[in-house]
Every structure is written in structure tokens, then in C-alpha cells.
């Protein structure tokens, strides 16, 4: 079993720069490959980026250059560096690991509760 807890969402100006945090309670973090994911309010889930076991990343073509997604395994932790914020930014955002590398989010088997991110015009 993996728990996962996101940290580090709130309200944020257009143009202002957040950065979550995923806590991972789990030994093996390091095996697993690791995401970020987006709902908004009647949407449908989104995948954003994806790290694996090292340090290659796989993003969304739209987010690319304003999101950065990183990992330090001492600390069994997941961050996304949100720059740049836009009000479709504005959802809640999960992280979720996996044991592939893939946007796909039916391939996640654990999943953290959400941080909201609200981004003002």
C-alpha cells in the first residue's frame, strides 16, 4: 500500500508561481514511477507530468515550460513547480503513482486526496 498527501495549493494571482508537494509513506518510493494529475470542475481528469525512477519526465504538450516535475527519493517526496499560473490552471490536483511510465491515469493504483489550485484574473 502506498499513501499519498499533497500540500502546497491555494489562490494565487494570474502569473504567480506555486509549488506542491506529494509525501509518499511508502519504502519502496524509489520504485515507483510518479504523476500529477488535474481535474476542473466538469472536466475530465487530465494527466500533467510524469517522472519515473530517475529524473526523465514526460509532460503535457500545453504545460511544458511553465511546469516542472521532480522527485527526491531521500525524502520520498513528489513536487510540482507551477510558474507562470493562468486561470485554466484552476483545478484540483492529485499525484499518483504507478508502476509505468504513462499519462494514462487508469494505470494508477494509488492516489493522494487533491490540493486545490485557484488561479484569479
Known sequence: QVQLVESGGGSVQAGGSLRLSCAASTSSYSTYYMAWFRQAPGKER?????????D?????GSLKGRFTISRDNAKSTLYLQMNSLKPEDTAMYYCAAARIMTMNSRYY?????????????
Open 56 to 60: 526523465s519526465t514526460l509532460y503535457a
Open 109 to 121: 493504483a494509488y492516489w493522494g486526496q487533491g490540493t486545490q489550485v485557484t488561479v484569479s484574473s
Open 46 to 54: 487530465e494527466g500533467v507530468a510524469v517522472i519515473d525512477t530517475g
